[in-house]
């Protein structure tokens, strides 16, 4: 395991198990993190449904912005930032039981901003879920 798999994985521990909104973070395995980039993987369950039944928009905005952080805190400075923007497509649904991937990269990072990109896909990547660009003011 990576020193920034290690990192993040604790992050992720420490937020999981708080009596804030990072409790929804807790079903989020963490495959992988380090040089600016994360994967990660959850397994589409009820806490994650919109009334529709497929997954829910804003807990996929959710993943987008902190998997995005967690790759961001992997690259140079381990700085997370503050979100300035993220944009989402939404592209297909993901259902019950459905193991949906997550692929953040970071694009670019300069002084003050932050570039990464943000996939979620299902079937081993064959079919695109969403796609997040995220902005970060870097402290």
Request: glycine letters at 10%; a positive charge; charged letters at 20%.
């Amino acid at each position: 395991m990576t020193r920034g798999t290690e990192l993040i994985k604790s992050v992720i521990e420490r937020i999981s198990t708080s009596s804030g909104f990072g409790r929804c973070m807790k079903n989020v395995r963490i495959l992988s993190a380090g040089d600016g980039n994360c994967k990660a993987e959850f397994t589409v369950s009820d806490e994650h449904l919109n009334l529709g039944g497929s997954l829910h928009g804003g807990f996929t905005a959710t993943i987008i912005d902190c998997v995005s952080t967690y790759a961001l805190m992997t690259y140079k400075t381990g700085a997370p930032g503050v979100s300035v923007n993220m944009n989402i497509s939404y592209m297909k649904p993901a259902f019950p039981g459905e193991v949906v991937e997550v692929d953040a990269k970071t694009i670019r990072a300069g002084r003050t901003l932050a570039y990464l990109t943000v996939d979620l896909t299902k079937n081993n990547g064959k079919d695109i879920i969403a796609n997040g660009n995220h902005v970060k003011f870097i402290l």
